[in-house]
């Protein structure tokens, strides 16, 4: 990956295989991004660096003052925004939407509770995702696509999409996959 410099924050997601991973397996030309969930940066970064033109949200204020210092630390421009979801972004459309969500089912491994809505994706891990992509077609460009991180861990769910396996990994806790979602 090309030379991306980023500093970690209390409270926020530090990149990890899930992150390592869309930044590798990504597709390079993405045209206008929205990152929802944002953390740290690296993936608004990575794609910014490819030329795209991202849009970055997050729930956490803290991501979002991690990610603004990592994108000037990397001299990338990017429209960040607090916004749950799509709160904030009413009558946009964007040619692809990725997203690394919170899809553990809730533990008690976290102190902080920034850190849990980070990785934590709802009673089965899967309803942060199926309310992700129940919402995102509106915001989506014709022929657009959204592009996401499955878990071995999360339920499985059915959705009125497409889906693509880009990318596929093991760890010794869990397999996680790199989907595309299309109409």
């Given at each position: ?102 899809y553990l089912p809730p ?72 989907e595309r979602f299309s109409?």
């Amino acid at each position: 990956m090309e030379d991306i410099e980023i500093k970690t924050f209390e409270g926020v997601y530090a990149p990890a295989e899930d992150s390592w991973m869309m930044c590798n397996y990504l597709p390079s030309e993405l045209g206008s991004v929205l990152e929802i969930g944002c953390g740290s940066g690296i993936i608004s970064i990575h794609l910014a660096k490819k030329g795209n033109i991202v849009t970055s949200v997050d729930v956490n204020p803290k991501a979002l003052r991690a990610t603004e210092a990592n994108s000037k630390q990397n001299q990338v421009k990017l429209e960040i925004l607090e916004s749950n979801m799509f709160e904030k972004l009413q009558g946009r459309k964007f040619d692809s939407i990725v997203c690394n969500p919170p899809y553990l089912p809730p533990t008690d491994d976290y102190d902080d509770p920034e850190l849990a809505l980070a990785v934590e994706g709802g009673p089965t891990g899967s309803e942060f995702t199926i309310k992700l992509l129940s919402r995102a077609k509106q915001f989506l460009k014709k022929g657009g696509n959204i592009y996401l991180i499955i878990s071995s861990k999360m339920k499985d769910f059915n959705v009125d999409w497409k889906r693509e396996v880009l990318h596929q990994e093991s760890f010794f806790f869990e397999k996680l996959t790199l989907e595309r979602f299309s109409e």
